[in-house]
């Protein structure tokens, strides 16, 4: 499972109490961490608490970014690669299903691209957002003002879904059946 968040932990506890809460229930179900490799903020939080409940983690990071985010050292599995496309493929190539945490630019980019692959049928993987305190109700509420407005097919909507508990999300995104194959641009329009 790749989990993509924050290189800050926020301004409020909830978010890091959320995020080793995600992590010590990943490992409890023995699902392996895909993450950005880095030891602080959230990325840290979820990476340690999947370490110390014996989980399995594996950090992906360029070059550049190793000393800026201080790269997880403690990670039997960190892989240094040399861009941000090279992680962001790795990642999602090692990965079964996407959940985005709390965070910043490069956590939307990085969830919305994924959820764009599946819709474009470049994988067929699931994309939930862990809805920590409300965190992301504005963008679900946009997801479904682009449906509402013809922008997006009620089929594709389904790609991501939400909650605000870890384990429920992780139910969601472990029992759900892969995201349809759906057409994108034409096509008969499904409800």
Not at 90 to 95: I, P, V, Y
Not at 99 to 104: L, R
Not at 148 to 154: H, N, T, V, Y
Request: hydrophobic residues 45%.
């Amino acid at each position: 499972m790749c989990v993509f968040c924050g290189s800050s932990t926020g301004h409020r506890d909830v978010y890091a109490h959320v995020a080793g809460e995600l992590g010590r229930e990943m490992a409890r179900r023995g699902i392996g961490l895909v993450f950005g490799g880095g030891a602080v903020g959230l990325m840290g939080v979820v990476a340690d608490a999947v370490l110390a409940a014996g989980g399995h983690a594996v950090g992906v990071i360029p070059h550049a970014l190793v000393a800026r985010e201080l790269a997880h050292r403690a990670l039997p599995d960190l892989r240094v690669v040399n861009s941000m496309h090279e992680r962001k493929a790795t990642m999602a190539q090692l990965s079964d299903a996407f959940i985005a945490m709390p965070g910043g630019f490069g956590t939307f980019e990085e969830f919305c691209e994924v959820v764009t692959w599946t819709q474009l049928g470049v994988h067929r993987k699931s994309c939930g957002l862990l809805n920590v305190d409300g965190f992301y109700d504005a963008l679900i509420a946009q997801f479904d003002r682009g449906v509402a407005e013809g922008f997006i097919k009620p089929l594709n909507r389904r790609i991501v879904v939400a909650d605000a508990e870890p384990a429920a999300l992780l139910d969601s995104l472990t029992f759900m059946p892969a995201p349809p194959e759906a057409p994108w641009i034409s096509g008969p329009e499904e409800t």
